[in-house]
């Protein structure tokens, strides 16, 4: 596995629980707002497996799940093999995913390796190459879409948006895209920090008033819909 980045605990990648956060190395994305440009890019300094899982062992008794987020996990090759021995531990484990491999999906679902999936909706289909800016094989992200909103294991839709990539009626089509899925949140895009392209930090973005507002249209397509 390649791990660029271990956060040690936080209260929100893991609805409902006490986690850490791994990152892993890689992405077949490059998401002009993405803020992890040295993960996505290959060029984070790489953390030895050894060392996260001393860490597991050292904060069972503090932390009761483990969010596996990148770049994009599913690139990496040993990603099952890794995620037993974090269950092996007793941990929960969520994962995050831009759903370019559903075959890697099915698998850690069948298996019974996951417990949580996270998965981005980048943009409307037809806008999805502007978005991630690099070749998207879309049927295989819908059919992780179909797959996920199956419901075999709890799971959300979750999507960043910002007036220069997404207008108020892509909003309502990535909506659209999902409709019926349990959860869809709507996220705001924050002009901080590091990104993989520094010219959006002057990119306005949406308030949450309106991100709220627009959601009306489309929050009754949802068990649970909200803005964060």
């Known amino acids: 596995m390649l791990i660029g980045g271990l956060q040690k605990t936080t209260l ?30 290959g060029i984070a300094k ?6 996260i899982f001393e860490f597991l062992k ?3 008794d503090l932390v009761d799940g483990v969010c596996i987020t990148g ?27 831009n759903g370019h491999r559903p075959q890697v999906i099915k698998k850690l679902i069948d298996k019974g390796l996951i417990d949580y999936i996270a998965m981005d909706i ?26 996920i909103k199956e419901g075999r294991i709890p799971y959300e839709f979750r999507s960043t948006v910002l007036p220069a990539l997404h207008s108020e009626n892509d909003i309502v ?6 409709k019926g899925a349990d959860k869809y949140f709507l996220q705001q895009f924050r002009p901080a920090g590091a990104l993989v392209d520094p010219e959006f930090l002057s990119k306005v973005t949406y308030t949450k008033k309106q991100l709220t507002e627009i959601m009306q249209t489309f929050k009754d397509w949802f068990k649970v819909c909200r803005v964060r």
């Open 58 to 60: 050292s904060r069972k």
């Open 173 to 178: 089509a990535m909506a659209r895209q999902i």
């Open 12 to 41: 929100v990648d893991y609805p409902g629980k006490i986690a850490a956060t791994i990152f892993t190395i890689g992405c077949n994305y490059r998401c002009s707002f993405c803020h992890n440009p040295e993960i996505v890019k």
């Open 122 to 147: 980048k943009a409307p289909w037809k806008k999805y190459l502007k978005v991630v800016t690099r070749d998207s094989d879309l049927e295989k992200v819908k059919e992780s879409v179909l797959m």
């Open 46 to 51: 790489v953390i030895p497996e050894e060392t």
């Open 71 to 97: 770049g994009e996990p599913t690139l990496q090759n040993d990603l099952l093999d890794f995620i037993k021995r974090i269950k092996h531990l007793g941990y929960a484990v969520k994962l995050d995913t």
